[in-house]
């Protein structure tokens, strides 16, 4: 995707939020975004780096003691009552709480002034060993992401 391609993305995406007025368009555009943006495990990325021929080392030091910032989201409707969980077996609680756990790429903004757009995003990963960061545009990243979707038909 060109320059072009992603600032006709942006335009628009603005041109739907100021049509259909403003809040609510934002807001559900941000939610969409962020259901997509949910999709990038810390291992996605890895398989993304390695798949693009990035380098598994820090640029400045060389050292391999590299991170990426994650969150994590819990759906508590895969949660059981606790009713039901004080009946279980501690491991099996364990798994539950696992499976209903989403742990996804941390992502900033690359343009701090302008919205959470895609094209306004940025992945960062830290050296551990000499504090060099370095970033990748989301919009790469969650495109090979989805382009796996496509693949193996899992995409809606
Ligand atoms: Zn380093």
């Not at 640029?59 to 819990?74: A, M, P, T, W």
């Amino acid at each position: 995707m060109d320059n072009f391609d992603e600032d006709f993305l942006e335009i628009k995406e603005t041109l739907e939020e100021i049509n259909d007025g403003g809040n609510a368009a934002r807001e559900k555009r941000l939610y969409e975004l962020h259901a997509r943006l949910e999709k990038v495990t810390p291992e996605l990325f890895a398989d993304f780096l390695i798949e693009k021929g990035a380098k598994s080392h820090c640029l400045s030091c060389h050292s391999s003691r590299i991170s990426v910032l994650q969150r994590s989201k819990v759906d508590f409707e895969k949660i059981p009552d606790p009713k039901v969980t004080s009946e279980l077996e501690p491991m099996e609680v364990a798994r539950l709480w696992s499976e209903a756990t989403v742990i996804y790429l941390r992502f900033f903004k690359i343009d701090p002034d302008r919205d959470n757009v895609l094209t306004n995003l940025q992945y960062r990963t830290n050296c551990q060993n000499c504090g060099f960061i370095s970033h990748y545009r989301v919009l790469a990243v969650l495109e090979w992401v989805e382009s796996l979707e496509t693949v193996s038909g899992k995409k809606k």
